[in-house]
């Protein structure tokens, strides 16, 4: 009769963590607070080199502010030398005008448990960014509708370990180009409370991203706090466009933070160099940053590099590479010593398919982005084909191994339970620490594990099919959509989002370039 109770009992036990394993769950990690130390790859010497070489770019080559006369008359009220579009930086001013900037800031979400810290020691994961094409298993690749858009909005929200709804998940290609920013902003502030990134491809449309940020927050709030991170490249080398600039102006006279960061491709947009590339990527960033402490002064901003190489033979861009490492590392030692936040890494790769070389070119570039010292990591989980495809399955084996970052970036506990040594003492010379009183405290956090991937014997992952990575991803794909519960929200604000975006949709034609 106790034999039985007692296989009953465990078989409850067995039963309960089923269960709690199995349940659907809505828990978001908290963002990273790192306890390693930052790989840093340059000397001090090196260091003023390239600060001293992108000083002399400034001054003696200079930047374009194209089609911008309000940029130039601001630059050239600050000091600058400026010969029709072309601004020359006198050595130091960049620099000088950028100590305004904030060293870190908070970007509040709409649930307060959400809100994130960029800067310090702090990691910050946001999904991937911009591809105009989607793929998954079932239908393969093809064209970004509004419905994969707010699929992936969905993900982001039920992913553990994403701290970050991102921006343009991927690109509706079915809605007007002049009308989906609408869209996609009410996506993010309606199916997540993640923070969320606001539209950048027209100043007009980044307006429309701080008035809506206004009904969901309250103007009041807006006008104090920053709730929109938002992503401002530099068109390499050298040129700051008026499209891009028009919306970093809207964002900074808002006090809303935005990312400046060059897009290069080296070989083709920077020298073939490490040293030469960081060269242009600090001038760029200088010049940017600077230029938003004109426009506001203390506007929250981060330090951007996006970075890869390219391939000799077919001009592609690679990933995953030594050289795009050193100049991650690089670029965070530069960005410290400016004390301003820093955004590089993703879960880059080449790939056509989540297959063997997604999987190595992503899992460098994951890691290599938490040893650089990266405190907002665009492009996180979902990243396919340089760029060009958000995939489904990838998004979620991406968003799964985030959770390795977490553990690596607690370092080794060292507390009395890290210790161990009441474990050592229990077991002795020839036992096993699996019953002991140390193992049963602390088997359920002791290690991280995946919620993906595969760890049966042979014999029971044969039995179920012999189920690849991509497999079990497409499944996790499904049962996560049809988990998906909306988070609340106040009936008069999601009308008021609802009604702007109807209004603003109705005012225009439809444009499709």
Same mark, same amino acid.
């Given at each position: 009769?106790?034999? &039985?109770?007692?296989?009953?009992?465990?078989?409850?036990?067995?039963?309960?963590?089923?269960?709690?394993?199995?349940?659907?769950?809505?828990? =978001?990690?908290?963002?990273?607070?790192?306890?390693?130390?930052?790989?840093?790859?340059?000397?001090?010497?090196?260091?003023?080199?390239?600060?001293?070489?992108?000083?002399?770019?400034?001054?003696?080559?200079?930047?374009?502010?194209?089609?911008?006369?309000?940029?130039?008359?601001?630059?050239?009220?600050?000091?600058?030398?400026?010969?029709?579009?072309?601004?020359?930086?006198?050595?130091?001013?960049?620099?000088?005008?950028?100590?305004?900037?904030?060293?870190?800031?908070?970007?509040?979400?709409?649930?307060?448990?959400?809100?994130?810290?960029?800067?310090?020691?702090?990691?910050?994961?946001?999904? &991937?960014?911009?591809?105009?094409?989607?793929?998954?298993?079932?239908?393969?690749?093809?064209?970004?509708?509004?419905?994969?858009?707010?699929?992936?909005?969905?993900?982001?929200?039920?992913? @553990?370990?994403?701290?970050?709804?991102?921006?343009?998940?991927?690109?509706?290609?079915?809605?007007?180009?002049?009308?989906?920013?609408?869209?996609?902003? /009410?996506? /993010?502030?309606?199916?997540?409370?993640?923070?969320?990134? %606001?539209?950048?491809?027209?100043?007009?449309?980044?307006?429309?991203?701080?008035?809506?940020? @206004?009904?969901?927050?309250?103007?009041?709030?807006?006008?104090?706090?920053?709730?929109?991170? =938002?992503?401002?490249?530099?068109?390499?080398?050298?040129?700051?466009?008026?499209?891009?600039?028009?919306?970093? +102006?809207?964002?900074?006279?808002?006090?809303?933070?935005?990312?400046?960061?060059?897009?290069?491709?080296?070989?083709?947009?920077?020298?073939? #160099? &490490?040293?030469?590339?960081?060269?242009?990527?600090?001038?760029?960033?200088?010049?940017?940053?600077?230029?938003?402490?004109?426009?506001?002064?203390?506007?929250?901003?981060?330090?951007?590099?996006?970075?890869?190489?390219?391939?000799?033979?077919?001009?592609?861009?690679?990933?995953?590479?030594?050289?795009?490492?050193?100049?991650?590392?690089?670029?965070?030692?530069?960005?410290?010593?400016?004390?301003?936040?820093?955004?590089?890494?993703?879960?880059?790769?080449?790939?056509?398919?989540?297959?063997?070389?997604?999987?190595?070119?992503?899992?460098?570039?994951?890691?290599?982005?938490?040893?650089?010292?990266?405190?907002?990591?665009? /492009?996180?989980?979902?990243?396919?084909?340089?760029?060009?495809?958000?995939?489904? +399955? @990838?998004?979620?084996?991406?968003?799964?191994?985030?959770?390795?970052?977490?553990?690596?970036?607690?370092?080794?506990?060292?507390?009395?339970?890290?210790?161990?040594?009441?474990?050592?003492?229990?077991?002795?010379?020839?036992?096993?620490?699996?019953?002991?009183?140390?193992?049963?405290?602390?088997?359920?956090?002791?290690?991280?594990? =995946?919620?993906?991937?595969?760890? @049966?014997?042979?014999?029971?992952?044969?039995?179920? %099919?012999?189920?690849? #990575? +991509?497999?079990?991803?497409?499944?996790?794909?499904?049962?996560?959509?049809?988990?998906?519960?909306?988070?609340?929200?106040?009936?008069?604000?999601?009308? =008021?989002?609802?009604?702007?975006?109807?209004?603003?949709?109705?005012?225009?034609?439809?444009?499709?370039?």
């Amino acid at each position: 009769m106790n034999e &039985v109770a007692g296989r009953r009992a465990r078989g409850g036990g067995g039963s309960a963590r089923r269960a709690e394993r199995t349940a659907v769950s809505l828990d =978001s990690a908290k963002f990273i607070s790192r306890n390693i130390p930052n790989f840093e790859i340059l000397n001090d010497e090196a260091l003023e080199i390239i600060e001293w070489n992108a000083d002399t770019v400034l001054e003696e080559i200079g930047v374009n502010f194209l089609e911008n006369p309000a940029a130039l008359a601001l630059w050239r009220a600050a000091g600058a030398d400026v010969r029709g579009e072309r601004v020359h930086i006198p050595r130091g001013l960049a620099r000088k005008l950028c100590a305004t900037a904030p060293a870190a800031f908070t970007q509040h979400a709409r649930n307060p448990l959400r809100n994130v810290d960029i800067g310090g020691r702090n990691l910050v994961l946001a999904p &991937v960014y911009g591809p105009p094409f989607v793929r998954d298993r079932e239908k393969g690749r093809r064209y970004a509708t509004m419905e994969d858009f707010r699929n992936f909005v969905k993900l982001g929200y039920m992913s @553990k370990w994403l701290h970050h709804s991102g921006g343009t998940v991927c690109e509706p290609t079915d809605v007007p180009v002049n009308k989906r920013h609408l869209d996609m902003l /009410h996506a /993010h502030m309606t199916l997540s409370d993640k923070p969320f990134m %606001g539209s950048v491809t027209e100043p007009v449309r980044a307006e429309d991203s701080v008035e809506m940020a @206004k009904l969901l927050f309250g103007s009041d709030f807006v006008d104090q706090n920053t709730v929109m991170t =938002s992503l401002i490249n530099i068109n390499s080398p050298l040129t700051f466009d008026s499209t891009m600039m028009g919306a970093l +102006e809207v964002y900074a006279r808002a006090n809303q933070a935005s990312i400046i960061s060059p897009f290069i491709v080296g070989g083709a947009m920077a020298p073939v #160099t &490490v040293a030469g590339t960081l060269t242009q990527v600090l001038a760029e960033v200088l010049a940017g940053v600077a230029y938003s402490q004109l426009v506001r002064p203390g506007a929250p901003v981060i330090f951007g590099a996006f970075v890869t190489s390219i391939d000799m033979n077919s001009g592609a861009p690679t990933f995953g590479t030594p050289e795009a490492a050193h100049i991650t590392y690089g670029a965070g030692q530069l960005a410290r010593r400016m004390k301003l936040p820093y955004r590089s890494g993703g879960s880059f790769c080449g790939s056509k398919l989540p297959d063997a070389q997604a999987a190595y070119e992503t899992a460098n570039s994951l890691n290599m982005a938490l040893l650089a010292g990266v405190n907002f990591m665009l /492009h996180a989980c979902g990243w396919l084909e340089g760029g060009l495809v958000s995939s489904y +399955e @990838k998004f979620v084996m991406d968003a799964d191994q985030l959770g390795t970052l977490h553990h690596l970036a607690q370092g080794i506990i060292m507390d009395q339970n890290g210790q161990g040594m009441d474990a050592i003492r229990e077991v002795g010379p020839g036992g096993h620490y699996l019953g002991c009183a140390h193992t049963q405290a602390n088997f359920k956090t002791a290690f991280w594990r =995946s919620d993906l991937l595969d760890y @049966k014997p042979f014999e029971t992952w044969d039995e179920e %099919g012999a189920r690849d #990575t +991509e497999t079990l991803a497409a499944e996790r794909v499904k049962k996560m959509l049809g988990d998906y519960q909306q988070p609340a929200l106040d009936e008069g604000i999601a009308e =008021s989002l609802a009604d702007y975006v109807a209004r603003k949709k109705a005012s225009a034609p439809d444009a499709f370039i």
